[in-house]
T-cell receptor, first 113, second 107 residues
């Protein structure tokens, strides 16, 4: 199994600013993902964080808005840039997948004023 | 495209009653289906996956390719089963989640 931690657990930010969320896994994993869960809605995949190369973004998400880094097999960051109230959401890091079980972090609750 | 549909936002049952959480999917290939659960104030966690054909906490789910369904069932609901349940499909190297069903077990 994999234990995933995220920082910060929550934040309140002003419109127009950016926030970087960190995700740490306690073991090396091949796949890491970032999801968004807006109030009352399901999880939506933002992107797959690829180690050593650019992230793979899903339709509707772009690198300029959600830049992602993955410098090694245990760590990734997601930045929410130029935030607006519509970005208020829970952002979840996930690891595993492929042939492995997918594990989730505790989430980062973001509120944009 | 892959899609997962959970038609019920909320399902309330009495303790001891049978539970069925519905999940239908759309996927052109051979799907891999999962049920995830999120208890209050806890993180999302895997409950079961169809390829394991196992029973976890009394829950089972059978993949019905003819009906493209993967309903989650338990014969006798317990209060501790109250949680959000998400059906998920893995295909094309990504996982798609349904909108979730909140199960409320009434004592």
């Amino acid at each position: 199994s994999a234990v995933i931690s995220q920082k910060p657990s929550r934040d309140i930010c002003q419109r127009g600013t950016s926030l970087t969320i960190q995700c740490q896994v306690d073991s090396q994993v091949t796949m890491m993902f970032w999801y968004r869960q807006q109030p009352g809605q399901s999880l939506t995949l933002i992107a797959t964080a690829n180690q050593g190369s650019e992230a793979t973004y899903e339709s509707g998400f772009v690198i300029d808005k959600f830049p992602i880094s993955r410098p090694n097999l245990t760590f990734s960051t997601l930045t929410v840039s130029n935030m607006s109230p519509e970005d208020s959401s829970i952002y979840l890091c996930s690891a595993g997948g492929g042939e492995d079980t997918q594990y989730f972090g505790p989430g980062t609750r973001l509120t944009v004023l | 495209a892959q899609r997962v549909t959970q038609p019920e936002k909320l399902l309330s049952v009495f303790k001891g009653a049978p539970v069925e959480l519905k999940c239908n999917y759309s996927y052109s290939g051979s799907p891999e289906l999962f049920w995830y659960v999120q208890y209050s104030r806890q993180r999302l966690q895997l409950l079961l996956r169809h390829i394991s054909r196992e029973s976890i906490k009394g829950f089972t789910a059978d993949l019905n390719k003819g009906e493209t369904s993967f309903h989650l069932k338990k014969p006798f609901a317990q209060e501790e089963d109250s949680a959000m349940y998400y059906c998920a499909l893995r295909g094309y190297q990504k996982v798609t989640f349904g909108t979730g069903t909140k199960l409320q077990v009434i004592p």
